[in-house]
């Protein structure tokens, strides 16, 4: 162990780490962290686009379900679609200026994430105003494969 004192709680801390109940110090320290946020933003890793932008389709994905998209879109684009995906790599901070117009010019838009309730697309539409709707969600366990994307884009395609 270290011979270093840490101090540590859920209160607010100084400069110093040093726990502090003062509002002035609260204020401050808030404040710092703000504009901390600030900056990553100005550092923030803008999504990639896979396809040419307008496309009549638009996966929207973040993470390691990149590989399985790509290739269903491939799959679609062998059977005549206008396929193109947008990958982000990192989640947070989301800038929009990065990825909106994106979102606007495309056709039909899906995200497809590991999780049961559609959290990105949840936390792109909260950050943007921009929804989402349609969702290829996994959350059984398994990896994304292209062959489940592609099912699910033709279940929610024949329900429409």
């Known amino acids: 162990f270290s011979p270093q004192l840490v101090v540590a709680d859920s ?3 100084d400069e110093e780490g040093h726990i502090s109940e003062d509002h002035g110090v609260r204020i401050a320290m808030v404040e710092k962290r703000l504009r901390k946020c600030e900056l990553l933003k ?10 040419e932008k307008g496309a009549d389709l ?4 973040w993470g390691s379900s990149l590989g399985p998209v790509q290739e269903a879109a491939a799959v679609l684009r062998g059977q005549g679609r206008q396929v193109a995906s947008l990958h982000f790599s990192q ?3 989301l800038v929009p200026d990065q990825f909106l ?8 838009i899906v995200c497809v994430e590991g999780n049961a309730t559609g959290q990105f697309a949840r936390l792109i539409q909260r950050e943007t105003g921009f929804a989402i709707p349609e969702r290829i969600a ?3 366990g398994l ?8 099912e699910r884009l033709a279940a929610m395609e024949e329900r429409a």
């Open 91 to 93: 989640v947070w901070p």
């Open 143 to 150: 990896p994304f494969t292209a062959r489940y994307i592609v």
């Open 11 to 13: 209160d607010e801390h």
């Open 58 to 61: 638009l996966f929207v994905c």
């Open 138 to 140: 996994r959350y059984d």
């Open 101 to 108: 117009d994106i979102l606007q010019g495309a056709g039909k």
């Open 42 to 51: 100005q550092e923030a890793i803008a999504p990639e686009l896979s396809g």
